[in-house]
């Protein structure tokens, strides 16, 4: 093997498997957040644990399908990757990985964890899942990127279905609960991506990708970063409302709100770099722990 590589033969001809960079072509950090969310849409599904094999193997096949999406998304935009600096040294563009490689791992990746949802825990698991995988790699990355600076909205709700595919994954049915989990994803990923994008305006531009702040400028975007910062909060009260959730989760989403209005309220004036920086930081922070404390709610109440 080493030998072929000698005698500079063009990357995509390489046998080498650089498993580190595989790895890394699955969006590792982001598919963790996204089986936090499916695990914790499994156990809110019961009032006890959730059978095992729901929960493994569940959350098993949503990692393996998030991860093949991931990699699907690599292959798909590894031309504009190359371009921009903050994605250049991706595996793709790097060369780390050939371009054959990773479509072959994307596929066996997704094929894999279709397999192990359709078969081992539920056909209706499995194809919401195939869903939200076409959502992000087929209709978000390939068309609405490039179409229309609402693209992280619609093609958002493909990253926001988790908590449902955790819930069908234990119930096998489709209901109001876990909706609003998704709901709670879908509303937070605006600010999440377009404090990104203000700080990486310049970049998105060069690449001809109509994000938000490229077509409407920086200060039309960091308004509607406020406003659904504000609906993010009223959004998280309505696991609350609907009696799903208890007073320690009210008062945890409280307090995770006033500091994303707050570091919002603060980009709204601020720095383009820094503060939008500051708020997509956090808002990966927000997500995790409120979460964790839907979770933490759950099983207090289960206990008393
Ligand atoms: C359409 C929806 C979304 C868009 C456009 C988006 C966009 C982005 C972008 C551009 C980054 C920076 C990645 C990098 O620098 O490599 C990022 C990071 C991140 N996103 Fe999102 N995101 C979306 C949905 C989600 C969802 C649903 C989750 C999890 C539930 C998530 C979790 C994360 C995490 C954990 C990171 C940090 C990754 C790291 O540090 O390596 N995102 N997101
Ligand atoms: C459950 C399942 C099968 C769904 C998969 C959903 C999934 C992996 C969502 C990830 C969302 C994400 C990181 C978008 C990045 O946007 P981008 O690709 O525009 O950002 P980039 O420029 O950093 O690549």
């Known amino acids: 093997m080493a030998k072929l590589n000698t005698l500079n033969l063009p990357k995509s001809l390489r046998w080498r498997v650089n498993w580190r960079a595989l790895y890394k072509l699955t ?125 992280i909205v619609i093609g958002g709700l493909a990253g926001a279905m988790p908590p449902l595919l955790g819930w069908t994954a234990v119930n096998n049915s489709v209901s109001a609960e876990p909706l609003l989990l998704v709901m709670l994803i879908f509303t937070w990923t605006p600010p999440h991506f377009w404090a990104l994008a203000i700080a990486r305006r310049d970049e998105y531009a060069k690449v001809n990708i109509p994000m938000l702040p490229v077509t409407h400028g920086i200060r039309f975007t960091k308004q509607l970063v406020l406003l659904y910062s ?46 939008a920086m500051r708020l997509f930081g956090y808002s990966i922070v927000y997500l995790m722990l409120l979460f964790v404390a839907l979770l933490a709610d759950h099983w207090l109440f289960a206990l008393l």
């Open 27 to 151: 969006k590792p950090k982001v598919v963790a957040l996204i089986v936090l969310t499916s695990v914790v849409g499994a156990c809110l599904a019961t009032s006890g644990l959730p059978p095992w094999q729901a929960l493994l193997l569940g959350n098993l096949g949503i990692a393996l399908m998030a991860g093949g999406a991931a990699a699907f998304n690599h292959y798909i935009d590894s031309e504009a990757d190359a371009a921009m600096a903050r994605t250049h040294k991706r595996p793709l563009p790097s060369g780390a990985v050939a371009n054959w490689q990773a479509v072959l791992w994307a596929s066996l990746l997704s094929l894999a964890g279709f397999g192990l949802l359709y078969l081992w825990v539920n056909p209706l698991t499995a194809w919401l899942t195939a869903a939200s995988l076409v959502g992000y790699a087929v209709i978000y990355t390939l068309w609405l990127k490039r179409a229309t600076p609402q693209n």
């Open 230 to 275: 504000l609906l993010l909060f009223v959004v998280a009260w309505l696991p609350f409302l609907v009696g799903m959730s208890g007073l320690l989760y009210l008062g945890l989403s409280c307090a995770l709100n006033a500091r994303f209005i707050w570091l919002a309220w603060r980009l709204y004036g601020g720095d383009n770099q820094r503060d």
